[in-house]
T-cell receptor, first 112, second 117 residues
């Protein structure tokens, strides 16, 4: 079964704007990770945040984690057309190392 | 960085035939690999966990006799879709985790698009 719920399901923005997407999960986790998928391709790892961390940055990406609410957010700042992709959160469940569960994904379209 | 190679990238087969998909970790050893299935515009569904030298662990609802997994070496896992039918048409993706103490990402292959006619 899918662990995570993501919203929005789809997001359409213009270049230069920020994109924010959220992920909620149900069980205890070791860490939460965000991945990106271009159409018809595999997933690319973006960023990992450990369960004892609250915020993490990587370039134009900012991830937050609230374990009390079992939720995470991914912010992409100053978006570019090349950021067009689907974004998935994945949780590394606390009692099952390596067994990731993926959220439903957010499809982001960035128009020039 | 860690690279996972998946082959073939796409395959078309006739109903009733079997198809084998390979997943290789190119620059690291992976004792565990994961197989996912993805329908269009949907998320990844974990099918099974492939363990080197032992039987795979299948998720609930996944037929192990239908989706045969073999993890014969530390760098290769294969998924064989046996007696494929049109409903097996999907995007199959493998992933592996580089050995570490934990808190490491999954590395994904580029997926295999299977079309059963």
């Amino acid at each position: 079964s899918q662990q995570g719920e993501e919203d929005p399901q789809a997001l359409s923005i213009q270049e230069g704007e920020n994109a924010t997407m959220n992920c909620s999960y149900k069980t205890s986790i070791n860490n939460l990770q965000w991945y990106r998928q271009n159409s018809g391709r595999g997933l690319v790892h973006l960023i990992l945040i450990r369960s004892n961390e609250r915020e993490k940055h990587s370039g134009r990406l900012r991830v937050t984690l609230d374990t009390s609410k079992k939720s995470s957010s991914l912010l992409i700042t100053a978006s570019r057309a090349a950021d067009t992709a689907s974004y998935f959160c994945a949780t590394d469940e606390a009692d099952s190392w390596g067994k990731f569960q993926f959220g439903a994904g957010t499809q982001v379209v960035v128009t020039p | 960085g860690a690279v996972v190679s998946q082959h073939p990238s796409w395959v078309i087969c006739k109903s009733g035939t079997s198809v084998k998909i390979e997943c290789r970790s190119l620059d690291f050893q992976a004792t565990t690999m994961f197989w996912y299935r993805q329908f269009p515009k949907q998320s990844l569904m974990l099918m099974a966990t492939s363990n080197e030298g032992s039987k795979a662990t299948y998720e609930q609802g996944v037929e192990k006799d239908k989706f045969l997994i073999n993890h014969a070496s530390l760098t290769l896992s294969t998924l064989t879709v046996t007696s494929a039918h049109p409903e097996d048409s999907s995007f199959y993706i493998c992933s592996a985790r580089a050995p570490s103490l934990g808190n490491s990402p999954l590395h994904f292959g580029n997926g295999t698009r299977l079309t059963v006619t």
